[in-house]
């Protein structure tokens, strides 16, 4: 699992290797020193108490321990400047996306604002995201996908994914207690943002996985666990549905998050109100929300073309 990585990243040696480039016969090796590492833990508290995920907290975590490598001055004494050649840096050499770049913004406000108590953040504008939409698939292309995995655990994984909308993170700590299998719904629990919700279940997934809770070898909490009782990593997921599109033959880049996309957009399309998709999905914001109605497909066919009505 994320956490139990993320302890083992916490408790390795402060040390940090700087990637071979052309002419270096050896790595550049440099080591954090024991204050850095202390703010570096109080820097990991807060953001648990703060009811960060753990993936969340993994990569603040890893993004603030290089600031600091790159910074090479003690935490109290960092300054803008520190910060804005950092950014540049990334950008510059690391060639980093300005998604990237907006990640590493968010990881060192947090730290300033919570840790340090200074506001320098406020002054340094984060990187533009850029605006792509999300890529969906076709309702052929999802039943395709289903079919070509291999496994009927990983096909039930995958209609899990696709019917609930679930974030393949919410997929996999989903537990038996969670589904009401009468009512059709499941239970998520500390999703995003740490916030509880109901999601709707098909009624011949709710009869499928029944029947394979029932009669699996492996004794577990989870619904989605391996032989020996262990939940799935969201690593694992990924791989499987990966592996199925390949298989599938489907040319569009097909991630789990593709499947939540997909069912957000296949309501939109069948006229489920847009407030409902917002509730279902989890989403704090309804903007967030409506760019599924830029995707749309089917409502944009049925959009008349002006020439036609000349």
Partial sequence: MEIEAFKKICSQPETIKKQKRPGNSMPEEKTVDENKKAMLERFRQELVIGGYSPRTTKMYYLYLR????????????????????????????????????????????????????????????????????????????????????????????????????????????????????KEKTA??????????????????????????????????DFVFAKKNGKPFSTDSVQRLVKKAADKAGIEKHVTPHTLRHSHATHLLEAGENIRTIQELLGHSSLATTQIYTHVSLEKLKKVKNPLDKL
């Avoid at 070509?148 to 096909?155: E, F, I, S």
């Avoid at 098909?202 to 699996?216: C, D, G, L, P, T």
């Fill in 187 to 220: 239970g998520i629990k500390g999703g995003k943002g740490n916030k509880d919700r109901t999601v709707i279940l098909s009624k011949e997934w709710a009869k499928k996985i029944k029947n394979y809770v029932k009669r699996r070898k492996a004794k577990s």
């Fill in 66 to 181: 290089e600031f600091f490598v790159n910074a090479q001055k003690k935490p109290e004494e960092l300054e803008r400047q520190d910060v804005v050649s950092f950014l540049a840096e990334k950008k510059e050499k690391g060639n980093v996306s300005n998604a990237t770049l907006a990640l590493i913004h968010a990881a060192l406000k947090f730290f300033f604002d919570k840790v340090l108590h200074k506001k320098i953040m406020d002054e340094i504008k984060s990187a533009k995201k850029a605006k792509t939409l999300p890529i969906v698939l076709t309702k052929k292309e999802v039943r395709a996908l289903i079919q070509a995995a291999k496994k009927r655990r990983d096909r039930l994984m995958i209609e899990f994914l696709y019917s609930s909308g679930a974030r393949v993170s919410e997929a996999v700590k989903l537990k038996t207690v969670d589904l009401n299998l």
